[in-house]
């Protein structure tokens, strides 16, 4: 099925009349170069369309080709080129006025800017991403920003107002996916270390190795946590 809708896609590409087919065409087309690690190439074809005309595609379609140079850009690791993309993609979420696409675009903003340790932008927009996942009731998205939040604070030393935000998403457990229980867990012992709760980080450090796969290594940021309670 996803070979034929690949051929759909490309025979939509060839009418040159249809420019909003066409641009789809090219961003299934990066996709799967991406799959494959492709990302130069993957890249050329999201830069033809983001060339286009804004009133050629609706903005929903233009954030998602800039989402996805921004993920080209760092693979390249051409960061100044990702951060621009990523800015690119929230001020097209804006445009649509869709709650929830502004949630993951501010939020994938707000992880790039925390990566190149410009905190105090990622802060504003990770609080933008948790707030706008809030309103739009989008569950995951308000899980992400919601931990990416609390990393920032922590990374400025405002670990009693990354509290709260911990305790809200410990209380709603239920939303969090299976293979991210470990981190989650991690993120909070650090958090309860920070402000000196040594018995409760620990007991959260302790239910992020039962989450973890049987036979798998400690990830790094469980390892320092521990190593800074002990």
Avoid at 55 to 66: D, E, G, K, V, Y
Wanted: charge should be negative; charged fraction near 25%.
């Amino acid at each position: 099925r996803a070979e034929a809708a690949h051929s759909l896609l490309c025979d939509a590409a060839a009418r040159a009349d249809d420019v909003a087919a066409s641009a789809l065409a090219r961003d299934s087309s990066a996709a799967r170069l991406r799959r494959d690690h492709d990302f130069a190439q993957s890249l050329s074809l999201l830069e033809t369309n983001l060339a286009l005309p804004e009133q050629a595609r609706l903005p929903q379609a233009q954030c998602a080709t800039a989402t996805a140079a921004a993920i080209c850009c760092s693979a390249l690791h051409r960061l100044d080129d990702a951060l621009r993309h990523f800015h690119l993609a929230l001020s097209l979420a804006h445009a649509s006025g869709d709650e929830a696409l502004i949630a993951n675009a501010a939020s994938n903003l707000g992880g790039a800017h925390y990566d190149v340790y410009s905190l105090d932008d990622a802060l504003a927009f990770c609080s933008e991403a948790f707030e706008s996942a809030e309103r739009a009731g989008a569950q995951g998205a308000w899980v992400t920003a919601g931990i990416n939040r609390i990393l920032v604070l922590n990374a400025l030393g405002r670990d009693e107002e990354a509290q709260p935000v911990a305790e809200r998403l410990q209380a709603s457990q239920h939303l969090m996916r299976d293979d991210k229980r470990t981190k989650y867990a991690t993120v909070f012992a650090e958090i309860a270390r920070a402000r000196g709760d040594n018995a409760r980080a620990q007991s959260l450090l302790d239910e992020a190795t039962s989450a973890r796969a049987p036979d798998t290594a400690a990830p790094l940021e469980w390892v320092t946590v521990q190593a800074r309670l002990w």
